[in-house]
């Protein structure tokens, strides 16, 4: 039994059936890899996890609980945080005034940008956001303005303001697009570390598959919304519905 469960998920939209009785296990303390070609439907499922789609049919479980009805809030206060393909910060900001959101969010639970000034008027917010840039290698960096970093360190911060919420389990959606291949390199040994070191489970949609094969521990590969094969890294490299889906033929 994993810390996520997907059985027999689908959505349609219209006339196109993005996902059709998906099945997903992820175990806990893994990386899993949610791997495919375009409009295989990874994103799609992505957002079924995380409370923006409801599936038509089929069930999603997190630790024994339905994420299935809940907000996307409530899902994240659950124990999953979500790293989208754009990097979501406040570029206006500072990165330590970045990293003092989230950490407020989860004591209080929400808070209104027109009283941002509350947030960070909290002693213990902001000590505990300078940990979590030191944890991140980040704090020669606090006084930045976010928008002015680099797309790596972004995505670094980012990364950092989920885990200042202690989530269980992180989703990351093709969280090294539009890197230079150092940046993605050095994503790919920030989340070797997050793993090592945190008690955490990662699940991961990603193209380069320089990335997946460097993290995974367990492939899932979509094609026209439905799971094709689930493997180990070594033997989805060859695989023959693989290479089928991706190239379009038979090996």
């Known amino acids: 039994m994993g810390i996520l469960e997907v059985k027999d998920v689908g959505k349609r939209f219209g006339g ?31 957002n079924c996890l995380i409370g923006k789609l409801i599936p038509d049919s089929g069930s999603v479980m997190f630790d024994g609980q339905s994420v299935l009805g809940r907000t996307p809030f409530e899902i994240c206060q659950m124990g999953i945080s979500r790293v989208f393909q754009t ?3 406040f570029g206006d900001l500072t990165v330590l005034e970045n990293m003092m959101i989230p950490i407020f969010a ?5 808070f209104e940008m027109n009283g941002i000034s509350s947030v960070f ?18 704090a020669d960096k606090r006084h930045m303005h ?15 303001m989920c885990l200042s919420q ?25 989340l070797k570390e997050i793993k090592a070191e945190r008690d955490i489970t990662i699940a991961i949609i990603e193209h380069d598959m320089h990335v997946v094969f460097s993290l995974a521990d367990r492939i899932t590969v979509l094609a026209q919304g439905t799971p094709l ?19 379009g033929e038979s090996a």
């Open 146 to 160: 976010a928008a002015s970093m680099s797309r790596g360190d972004k995505r670094r911060l980012e990364i950092g």
């Open 229 to 247: 094969v689930e493997d180990s890294p070594e033997n989805i490299k060859g695989h023959p519905k693989v290479r089928e889906a991706y190239l």
């Open 106 to 110: 989860k004591r209080d639970g929400s």
């Open 121 to 138: 008027s909290q002693k213990d917010v902001l000590e505990d956001a300078e940990k979590m840039l030191e944890d991140m290698n980040m």
């Open 166 to 190: 202690n989530p269980r389990l992180l989703l990351l959606d093709e969280p090294t697009a539009g890197m230079a291949r150092a940046d993605t390199n050095n994503t790919i040994d920030l």
């Open 87 to 89: 990097p979501e910060i």
């Open 16 to 46: 196109l059936q993005a996902l059709s009785d998906v099945q997903l296990n992820v175990a806990e303390n893994t990386c899993h890899a949610i791997i495919g070609p375009n409009g295989a439907g990874k994103s799609t499922l992505l």
